[in-house]
């Protein structure tokens, strides 16, 4: 996490996108959401409208980083909204 130093010497530290983190959390680790990088980039793609309007993905410096409870939230609500959607169809 970086942080902006106060310019009043001695002056408290803010905490810089303190809530986001690198989008390689989203296939890394044993926790990870998504299996492979393609497929967490593939969602995103496919999402992109809905995490914009979220504020759950932001591009620093030429990163991309996610903001994991927002993300997490958009992806919920696209997987209902999809789910309910199916459901209504005729078979």
């Not at 996490?1 to 530290?13: E, F, L, N, Y």
């Not at 303190?18 to 593939?42: C, I, K, M, N």
Request: hydrophobic fraction near 40%; avoid cysteine.
């Amino acid at each position: 996490m970086a942080s902006i130093k106060s310019k009043t010497k001695g002056g408290p530290v803010a905490p810089f996108m303190a809530d986001f983190v690198p989008l390689s959390q989203l296939w890394e680790g044993s926790s990870a959401a998504y299996p492979s990088e393609y497929s967490a980039r593939w969602a995103m793609r496919s999402m992109s409208r809905q995490l914009a309007e979220a504020k759950a993905v932001a591009l620093h410096r030429n990163r991309l980083m996610v903001h994991p409870q927002r993300f997490a939230q958009v992806v919920e609500q696209v997987a209902l909204d999809d789910y309910s959607k199916r459901s209504r169809q005729p078979t």
